[in-house]
């Protein structure tokens, strides 16, 4: 199994940065797939940002494509969003997930999850 515990959120202002990390335990991480999703209130998870874990190869969503990165440090079982040029549709509470397998981009899909961090970003 693994854990996950995500950090890095808080409130910055429309154009700021933030950075997101992720740590994972268990011996699976390795071979997991990542993802990044994130939540409003009355509104789906959707999918941020997911990286594989065969090559590391990444896929963003369109809303976000070219302002976050994400990566992976397997060494130390940590995941990263790198957050640049923040609007406040960004706003969120960003959750990052795991799962065996190639990456996918729906929720249910995932196995593992975090417990949450908000994001706000005000105008």
Same mark, same amino acid.
């Given at each position: 199994?693994?854990?996950? $515990?995500?950090?890095?959120? /808080?409130?910055?202002q429309? /154009?700021?940065?933030?950075? #997101?990390?992720?740590? +994972?335990?268990?011996? +699976?991480?390795? &071979?997991?797939?990542?993802?990044?999703?994130?939540?409003?209130? /009355?509104?789906?998870?959707?999918?941020?940002a997911?990286?594989?874990?065969?090559?590391?190869?990444?896929?963003?969503? +369109?809303? $976000?494509?070219?302002?976050? &990165?994400?990566?992976?440090?397997?060494?130390?079982?940590? #995941?990263? #969003?790198?957050?640049?040029?923040?609007?406040?549709?960004?706003?969120?509470?960003?959750?990052?997930? +795991?799962?065996?397998?190639?990456?996918?981009? &729906?929720?249910?899909?995932?196995?593992?999850?975090g417990?949450? &961090?908000? $994001?706000?970003?005000?105008?």
């Amino acid at each position: 199994q693994a854990q996950l $515990v995500e950090s890095g959120g /808080g409130v910055v202002q429309a /154009g700021d940065s933030l950075s #997101l990390s992720c740590a +994972a335990s268990g011996r +699976a991480f390795g &071979t997991a797939s990542m993802a990044w999703f994130r939540q409003t209130p /009355g509104k789906e998870r959707t999918f941020v940002a997911g990286i594989t874990w065969i090559d590391s190869s990444t896929y963003y969503s +369109a809303s $976000v494509k070219g302002r976050f &990165t994400i990566s992976r440090d397997n060494a130390n079982n940590t #995941l990263t #969003l790198q957050m640049n040029s923040l609007k406040p549709e960004d706003t969120a509470v960003y959750y990052c997930a +795991a799962r065996r397998g190639p990456i996918r981009t &729906t929720k249910t899909d995932f196995d593992y999850w975090g417990q949450g &961090t908000q $994001v706000t970003v005000s105008s």
